[in-house]
Structure formats: structure tokens, C-alpha cells
């Protein structure tokens, strides 16, 4: 195993990081904010309490989660996207290194990324309501899964794509409505049932549910559940990353 | 007793067909030996971009072996990558780079630990220091073509490939790029380069591969190579013009120029003989009085034509 190379990649793609900092820190930070003014204050103050969970409070899980997978997938997508667009990736592709030391590399540090955001939309959160969690322990194991599993994910659309405007298509026209129907502003069970039965089929909503269920302990489907989706979707990435390092898919000629 | 060296780099049967097109690469057989400096030259669109890429494990043979160093390049791909380092045609660096650090990122990306100071010297090496702290996308193109030089020798490699290294780069460059490449040769460092400037084969390589459409059609020693192809002239310039050749060069490679004035010889260099002598005797015999002598010795760039023109008509 090339340990120096798995650095390498990680703490470059870090560095990169560190010089967008402000931005990419920034923008989620404000959102979320935004959101408690509008949802939490202006329109929440007007809803009832979901499960006995004041709204503001409510919706702070799925808040993180909608930053955490928008920011997983953008910054793993353009960290190799950047690489192959530039055509830098040559160096990669010579090196003594296998395309698991690289997905290692960059899916750790876009992961890193999410999980600083994520605790900063939480600390943020703070200042709005008074948390509470419940699990800590099942509260950190699905933000650590989530951000891996999204920061693939990314990694792989950042492989596939091979324009700005693919690039960006994924997170736009799938994640985004995914999140926001996946129940990240409310409670499945305040849905007609046809929908209800409708929103079974969007992995976001295991997730959100999961990780509410380790602050409150309500959750719109059981927690096994959760972590059965999860561990599926984190498989599922797995096995789409060694498809195509078996076949050097979009890479190797 | 010196044994021979076995080569550093072996390429057997190598052909490529890309997805999308036809054969590219149509068996290549190479041997590169240790410590040389290798030009392959041919024109645009030959394969050697191809050829290169295949040996740094940028592309897939479509059949043969490659071996560097003794390790196949794709069972032992750890090994054989560590020895080589890859100066490619285009210059591509990252955006927000870091001289400095981009280089670093490169001796990591090759399983080396982290040495400032070696890293340091590298850049020292091709007068990059004061470059350090740079952005990449800020430097001049040369200066680009050498921090991606600092990038490929950063891991202390054996081999070192440049893709036309010259390539729309100007004289005073050039004459740089060949003093460095001379200097790394010095180093130990086999360097194998690409280009489609003749004259760049002829300043500095000690063996030339030519290839084109796919085939490598000849590979020898320079000084081998122009002695076995190229062919050398004597012009003759008589003082009063002749009607046509007289009898005595008949047996000679000769030709009389239209006007009259002028007598071409043409002989191979490689023979023991030249027939210089007998030649001028039987000028000389012939009553003819001679205004001028001259011999020119054919380049590379004739060589070159020559071979190319002689594949296509295959
Ligand atoms: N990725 C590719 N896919 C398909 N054809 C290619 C690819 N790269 C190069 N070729 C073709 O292969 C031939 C050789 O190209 P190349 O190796 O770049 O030649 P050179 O470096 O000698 O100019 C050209 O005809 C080129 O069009
Ligand atoms: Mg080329």
C-alpha cells in the first residue's frame, strides 16, 4: 500500500480546501441560518410541535443533512473532475498507485470537508435552539457514514462527467428535490398517505430519519431500517468504484 | 569481463487499436538501454504520444509486453512506475498550484516520504527557486514545461520521458532544454524524448528511432544511422559546359546538370572505397577543367523523408 501516496492526495486536495475556506464554510453556514430565520422562526412559530419536537429543533437534522450531501458530492465531483478537465490527471494515472489508494485520497478529504461543515451547521444550530441528542454515538455514525457514502458518490459522478454542466446536473436535478423530499422539513407522517408510500422510495428519507432518530429519538421508518439503506447505499458506491477501476472506465484507454 | 547490460526498458509486439479507431501502434519491438539518451522521431499523428503513454501506463497495450527495469509494467506496475518519470506533451498543471507544492505532491504521489530539502535542490536544478512560491498558471510556458520536469524527477527516477519537450518553444529555450537534458544524462538518468525537429535528434540523442504510421522503421546508433542512410555528394563545377558525360564516368553514380556546368556525384559513405580519386582522374582524363569542389553529406531531415516517403509507397 502507497501510504505516502494516500497522503499526498488527501492533504493536497485538503490544501485546496483551506484556500476556499471561507467560502465553503461561509455559504453553508449562512444558509442554514437563513433557513432557521424562515422556516425556524417566521413559519415555525405558526406550526406545532412535530412529535413533540419544537420545529426549530425539528428541522436541524435535516438541515445538516441537506448541507452534508450537497457539500460531499460537489467537493469529491470536483476535486477529480478539476484533475481530468486540466488534464493533471496523467500524473495520477502513472503513478505506483491503485485506484484504491486514490479514491481513498480524495474521498477522504471531501468526507473530512462535510464532516467540519456538518458539525459547524450544528454548532451554528446551537445558537437558535437548545439541542439535544440523544445518541451520540448513532448521531456521529451517521454523519461519518453519510459524508463517505455522498463524497463517493461524488467521486464518481466527478469520473463520469465530462462537462461543467453534467457535473452539476446530478446534484441539481436529483439530490436537491431528493432532500427536500426525503422529509428534511417535516415529519413523512404529515403527508397524504399516497405520497407517504411515494417518499418510501427515497433513500434521503432513511437517512434523515436515521440520524433524527439519534437526537430525538422519533423517526419516520425504524432505525434498522436506516442503517440497513445506508450500509446498502455505501456498498452500492463501493461496488460502482471498482467497476470502473477494473475496467479503467473514462480513464484509461 | 563486462557483460552487456540487459535493457532498461524491453518492448515486445506492442500494438494498440483505440476504441474508437484503428491501429495506432502496428508491433513494436524497442529495446532501450541503460544511461542512453533515445530521440524517436516522426511526424505528427505516428504514435510515439501513444507509444509513451503505453510504457508510463497511461493507455493499455492492446497486445505485446513491456518490461522496465526487468518488471512487467502491468503485473509489477508499483516497480516499474517508480523508475519512470513522464514530462507529457501538453502543459498541464492544475490551476491553483503551488510551485513548490505541486512538486512535493508529486514525490509523495510516488511513494517517497517528504524530503524539503531534496525537493529544494530539484528546483534549484532547473532554475526554479525563485520561483518557489509561485502559481503555476501564472509562469511562462517554458517555466511551465520545467516545474512539470521538477514534478517528474521529484521521485529520483531512472527514465525519464519527455513528449516533445521543444515543442513550440523558442531557440533559447531549446538550447536550454538540451543543456538540461545533458546534464540529467551525466546524472545516470536514461531519457528517452519525443519530437518531430530533426535537428533536436541530431544535437543530442545517441540513438534515433524513427516511427511513423504506427512502425518503428529504424532504430540505430546517430552517427550509424546517417552513415548507413545517408549519402554523400560531390559536385563538380567545370569552368566551360560540357554537351553530355564523357565515356570514362560511365560506371559512376553521376549526373550532368542541365546547363552543363555542373557534375553530381553521389556515393554511399559506408563503403571502403568512396571512388573519389578515380573519379577526379577520370574527370581530369576527360580533358575537363575544374572551377570548383564540393561535398555535403546528407541530414537527418533527407534520412527522414526518405524513410517516410519509402513506407507509404509499401
Ligand atoms: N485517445 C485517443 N483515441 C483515439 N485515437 C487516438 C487517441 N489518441 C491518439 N489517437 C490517434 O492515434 C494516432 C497517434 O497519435 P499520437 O500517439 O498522439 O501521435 P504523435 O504523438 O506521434 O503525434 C493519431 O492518429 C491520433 O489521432
Ligand atoms: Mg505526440
Redesign the pocket.
Known amino acids: 500500500m502507497n501510504v505516502e501516496a494516500i497522503k499526498a492526495i488527501y492533504f493536497n486536495e485538503m490544501r485546496r480546501t483551506r484556500k476556499t475556506l471561507l467560502q465553503s464554510i461561509a455559504s453553508p453556514v449562512i444558509s442554514t441560518v437563513l433557513y432557521f430565520v424562515v422556516f425556524g422562526s417566521a413559519i415555525g412559530s405558526r406550526i406545532q410541535s412535530v412529535d413533540d419536537v419544537s420545529y426549530g429543533l425539528f428541522i436541524v437534522p435535516g438541515l445538516i443533512m441537506l448541507s452534508l450531501l450537497t457539500q460531499s458530492i460537489s467537493n469529491a465531483s470536483f476535486g477529480i473532475f478539476f484533475l481530468k478537465f486540466t488534464g493533471s490527471i496523467y500524473e495520477i494515472m502513472s503513478a505506483p498507485v491503485s485506484f484504491f489508494e486514490v479514491v481513498i485520497g480524495f474521498v477522504g478529504a471531501a468526507a473530512t470537508k462535510s464532516f467540519i461543515i456538518g458539525t459547524i451547521i450544528l454548532a451554528t444550530a446551537g445558537f437558535f435552539v437548545e439541542l439535544r441528542i440523544a445518541h451520540p454515538f448513532w448521531m456521529l455514525f451517521f454523519l461519518v457514514t453519510t459524508c463517505i457514502s455522498f463524497s463517493l458518490l461524488g467521486f464518481i459522478i466527478g469520473l463520469w462527467a465530462d462537462n461543467f454542466e453534467k457535473l452539476q446536473l446530478i446534484p441539481l436535478l436529483v439530490i436537491t428535490p431528493l432532500v427536500f423530499l426525503g422529509g428534511s422539513f417535516y415529519s413523512v407522517s404529515m403527508l397524504p398517505e399516497f405520497w407517504q408510500k411515494v417518499t418510501l422510495f427515497n433513500p434521503v428519507l432513511y437517512l434523515i430519519s436515521g440520524f433524527r432518530w439519534s437526537f430525538f429519538e422519533v423517526s419516520d421508518v425504524s432505525v434498522t431500517v436506516s442503517l440497513v439503506m445506508i450500509s446498502v447505499f455505501l456498498l452500492t458506491c463501493l461496488a460502482t468504484v471498482y467497476f470502473m477501476f477494473k475496467t479503467g472506465y473514462k480513464l484509461k484507454? | 569481463m563486462n557483460l552487456p547490460q540487459p535493457p532498461i526498458i524491453s518492448i515486445r509486439n506492442l500494438t494498440k487499436t483505440?476504441?474508437?479507431?484503428e491501429q495506432?501502434l502496428k508491433g513494436i519491438d524497442l529495446d532501450i538501454k541503460q544511461g542512453e539518451i533515445l530521440a524517436l522521431l516522426?511526424?505528427?499523428?505516428?504514435?510515439?504520444?501513444?507509444?509513451?503513454?503505453t510504457i508510463c501506463g497511461l493507455?493499455r497495450p492492446t497486445t505485446g509486453t513491456i518490461t522496465v527495469g526487468g518488471h512487467d509494467i502491468v503485473k509489477d506496475y508499483r516497480q516499474t512506475r517508480k523508475l519512470v518519470g513522464l514530462v507529457p506533451?501538453e502543459l498541464t498543471l492544475g490551476a491553483f498550484d503551488v510551485v513548490v507544492d505541486t512538486v512535493r505532491f508529486s514525490r509523495g504521489l510516488f511513494g517517497l516520504p517528504p524530503d524539503h530539502a531534496r525537493v529544494d535542490e530539484i528546483l534549484n536544478d532547473l532554475s526554479l527557486l525563485d520561483k518557489k512560491d509561485s502559481i503555476v498558471t501564472r509562469l511562462s510556458g517554458g517555466m511551465k514545461r520545467r516545474v512539470l520536469i521538477a514534478k517528474a524527477l521529484a521521485h529520483e527516477p531512472k527514465i525519464l520521458f519527455l513528449?516533445?519537450p521543444t515543442a513550440g518553444v523558442d531557440v533559447e529555450l531549446r538550447k536550454e532544454m538540451w543543456a538540461l537534458v545533458e546534464k540529467l544524462r551525466l546524472s545516470g538518468v536514461t531519457i528517452i524524448l519525443?519530437t518531430?525537429y530533426i535537428e533536436e535528434a541530431e544535437e543530442i540523442a545517441d540513438r534515433v528511432g524513427v516511427?511513423s504510421d504506427?512502425r518503428l522503421l529504424v532504430i540505430d546508433e546517430k552517427q550509424n544511422l546517417m552513415n548507413s542512410l545517408g549519402k554523400k555528394q560531390l559536385v563538380v563545377d567545370l569552368r566551360s559546359p560540357i554537351e553530355q558525360l564523357p565515356e570514362s564516368l560511365a560506371g559512376f553514380d553521376v549526373e550532368l546538370s542541365e546547363d552543363g556546368y555542373r557534375i553530381t556525384y553521389t556515393f554511399d559513405t559506408q563503403g571502403d572505397r568512396t571512388g573519389i580519386t578515380t573519379l577526379l582522374q577520370a574527370v581530369n582524363n576527360a580533358g575537363l577543367v575544374l572551377k570548383d569542389l564540393n561535398t555535403s553529406q546528407s541530414s537527418l531531415e533527407d534520412i527522414f523523408v526518405n524513410l517516410v516517403h519509402s513506407d507509404n509507397e509499401r
Do not use: F, M, R, W
Not at chain 2, 42 to 53: E, F, Q
Open positions: 484507454q | 483505440y476504441a474508437a479507431g495506432v516522426g511526424p505528427n499523428g505516428a504514435g510515439k504520444t501513444t507509444l509513451i503513454s493507455v506533451q513528449d516533445e519525443t518531430h516511427i504506427g
